[in-house]
């Protein structure tokens, strides 16, 4: 297997294990994190995630389009420190609509079904994250760089 058939597969594994994502979006000079539930494309190109149009992340993305996302698998035990994986996501976002939307809001909601009043409310941002680059690091120091091309 190679390092970024490795990648890929670690990746899989995190997607599919995690449900939320911390999102750092950039604010008057300033990074400001939330927490967003996310869903994944197969082809690692793209994430989801839905926010009411009311939102300072919102906001902040629409003002400027760059974020990162961080997704771990920590537990907040010792073991963590040898045996989490956590990657970053950087990235741009867009807000989607019409057929796209549809298409994207059907992965979304497989993933997250209970989500389903909240992204079909006309308050509610369907954002695609265009993924430029993904860094994987596990074993606390070990970090794999996977570019992404779209």
Do not use: W
Not at 39 to 49: E, I, P, R, S
Not at 62 to 84: K, Q, T, V
């Amino acid at each position: 297997m190679t390092q970024e058939e490795h990648v890929r597969e670690t990746l899989r594994a995190l997607f599919r294990s995690q449900r939320l994502a911390v999102l750092a979006t950039h604010c008057e000079g300033q990074s400001y994190c939330s927490l967003v539930a996310f869903a994944a494309t197969d082809d690692f190109k793209h994430l989801v995630f839905a926010t009411a149009r009311s939102t300072q992340k919102f906001a902040n993305l629409s003002a400027d389009p760059r974020l990162s996302l961080l997704i771990d698998s920590r537990s907040n035990r010792d073991a963590d420190f040898h045996e989490a994986v956590a990657a970053t996501v950087i990235g741009r976002a867009r807000e989607v609509e019409g057929e796209e939307r549809r298409r994207l809001q059907s992965l979304y909601l497989a993933r997250h079904p209970h989500l389903e009043d909240f992204v079909s409310a006309p308050t509610c941002a369907l954002l695609r994250v265009d993924v430029n680059t993904y860094l994987v690091v596990s074993r606390f120091q070990h970090v794999i760089k996977l570019r992404v091309t779209q």
